[in-house]
T-cell receptor
């Protein structure tokens, strides 16, 4: 099984550009989420989804959009990139049962110039 | 707002030593606590998950304890090896949102051969 797959692994954008970070999981997990990781800080939740068609905001949602049209995919969209969005982005998934560990992708390293 | 603290930020030990990593959290109303390992340039790997009703969990050379009332958890690594070198992250989920994690900033562990 591939687990959680994130693409691209690296990306450089200019301020004001838009892009979509892709996340796919093949474990039929209901729950998916996006986090960002900045130096010296823990991961912070951006958006999450408890199933297809259902999304909600996390701690730091401004500047990001998400949608969940299928169980497998949960893309994260940057509408107008800003230097403050330079970060490493992680996608995670877990099953519908509570007290199950979350599975993380390898991350997308994004630089905004 | 839940805050998770991990001290020290970095730790260097000789191979074979037993060691303890610390995690503290401000709100004791948690659903579970997880310890993750992160290797450079990689995603997070779940090591241990402790439910709020549990006191500890063990996996191989790893033992994690939880004292919910005092807001503390420890990760004990026995007989450390160079392959244990990584960043260890602690994360808690709140009772009302069991899959939304609040992370500490991690402890970077180096085990010297």
């Amino acid at each position: 099984n591939a687990g959680v797959t994130q693409t691209p692994k690296f990306q450089v954008l200019k301020t004001g550009q838009s892009m979509t970070l892709q996340c796919a999981q093949d474990m039929n997990h209901e729950y998916m989420s996006w986090y960002r990781q900045d130096p010296g800080m823990g991961l912070r939740l951006i958006h999450y989804s408890v199933g297809a068609g259902i999304t909600d905001q996390g701690e730091v949602p401004n500047g990001y959009n998400v949608s969940r049209s299928t169980t497998e995919d949960f893309p994260l969209r940057l509408l107008s990139a800003a230097p403050s969005q330079t970060s490493v982005y992680f996608c995670a998934s877990s099953s519908g049962q509570f007290n199950q560990p979350q599975h993380f992708g390898d991350g997308t390293r994004l630089s905004i110039l | 707002k839940q805050e998770v603290t991990q001290i020290p930020a970095a730790l260097s030990v000789p191979e074979g030593e037993n060691l303890v990593l610390n995690c503290s959290f401000t709100d004791s109303a948690i659903y579970n606590l997880q310890w993750f390992r992160q290797d450079p340039g990689k995603g997070l790997t779940s090591l241990l998950l402790i439910q709020s009703s549990q006191r500890e969990q063990t996996s191989g050379r790893l033992n994690a304890s939880l004292d919910k009332s005092s807001g503390r958890s420890t990760l004990y690594i026995a007989a450390s090896q160079p392959g244990d070198s990584a960043t260890y992250l602690c994360a808690v989920s709140a009772s009302g949102s069991a899959r939304q994690l609040t992370f500490g900033s991690g402890t970077q562990l180096t085990v010297l051969p």
